[in-house]
C-alpha cells in the first residue's frame, strides 16, 4: 500500500466557532440520561472500536454531523455497520441523542470534542472503512480560509485513518471550495478519486443540503479512496 504520511496539523486556529445556541430541556436531559450509552468523552488514548461496540464490523465515521439526522438514520438503517460522530454544538449532539435513544439505536456512538484531536489522539490508523464530512463550514470570506477544516495537513490525517478501501466522501454547496478540496484530494499520497457519489435521495439530505438547494447552490460530492495494497 502507498503510504500516507499523516503530520500532525498545525492548530492555532480552530476551524469552528462555539455557538451559543440554545439547548432545550429535553435535549438537556438526553445529554445527561443518554450520554453514559452513547457518548465518549475524550482522552488522549486509542480507542479499542472492537470493545466500544461490543464486536467486529465496518466503521463509519461523521465528522460535523450537525443534528444527526442524516447519522441518525444510517445508523437504523445499517445494522451490519457501526458509527461514530463528532461534533462541538451541544444542542445538535442532543437532538441527536433524543433521536437514537427513540429509535433504541445500538451501533453509534458519539464524541463531543475537536475533530482533529480526536482522529491525532482517538482514532488509530488504518481502522475506519468510511469517513464523511458532509457540508463542512466554508468559511467563505478570503481571510478566513485559513479556518477551513479540509486543507492538506488534516486530509492526510483522515486519510492515514482509514483503511486500504475505505472510502472519504466529502459534500459541499460552495463550489470554491469544492474546487479548492478537489485538488488537495488529488495531491494526498495514496488517495485515489473514485466516481462521484450518487445524488442523495430526499431521506438522505441533510438540513445543510436542503438550505443549499433553496438558494440554487450546486451540490458537489468528492469520493475517494484509499488505496490497498497490490
Same mark, same amino acid.
Given at each position: ?18 455557538r ?14 443518554c ?27 461523521? $465528522? ?88 492538506p ?7 492515514s ?8 466522501q $466529502? ?47 450546486? $451540490? ?11
Open positions: 500500500m502507498q503510504e500516507i504520511r499523516a503530520r500532525s496539523p498545525a492548530r492555532p486556529i480552530r476551524s469552528y466557532v462555539l451559543a445556541g440554545r439547548v432545550t430541556a429535553a435535549q438537556a436531559r438526553a445529554l445527561e440520561q450520554w453514559p450509552k452513547y457518548g465518549i468523552d475524550y482522552q488522549a488514548r486509542t480507542l479499542d472500536l472492537t470493545q466500544l461496540y461490543g464486536r467486529s464490523a465496518p466503521v463509519t465515521l461523521e $465528522i460535523g454531523f450537525g443534528n444527526g439526522e442524516h447519522l441518525v438514520r444510517r445508523a437504523a438503517r445499517e445494522c451490519e455497520r457501526d458509527f461514530l460522530g463528532i461534533e462541538v454544538h451541544r444542542p445538535g449532539v442532543g437532538h441527536l441523542l433524543l433521536a437514537a435513544t427513540r429509535s433504541d439505536i445500538n451501533n453509534l456512538r458519539v464524541i463531543v470534542h475537536d475533530a482533529v484531536e480526536v482522529l491525532e489522539h482517538q482514532i488509530a490508523p488504518a481502522s475506519l472503512d468510511e469517513a464523511l464530512l458532509l457540508f463542512p463550514d466554508p468559511w467563505p470570506k478570503k481571510r478566513h480560509h485559513k479556518r477551513r477544516l479540509v486543507q495537513p488534516f486530509i492526510a490525517l483522515l486519510a485513518r482509514l483503511r486500504g478501501g475505505g472510502r472519504l $466529502i459534500a459541499t454547496d460552495w463550489t470554491p471550495y469544492a474546487e479548492q478540496m478537489f485538488v488537495d484530494l488529488k495531491a494526498c499520497p495514496g488517495l485515489l478519486e473514485r466516481q462521484t457519489a450518487h445524488a442523495s435521495t430526499a431521506e438522505e439530505r441533510t438540513r445543510f443540503e436542503r438550505r443549499g438547494e433553496r438558494m440554487g447552490h450546486r $451540490i458537489h460530492r468528492l469520493l475517494f479512496e484509499r488505496a490497498t495494497s497490490d
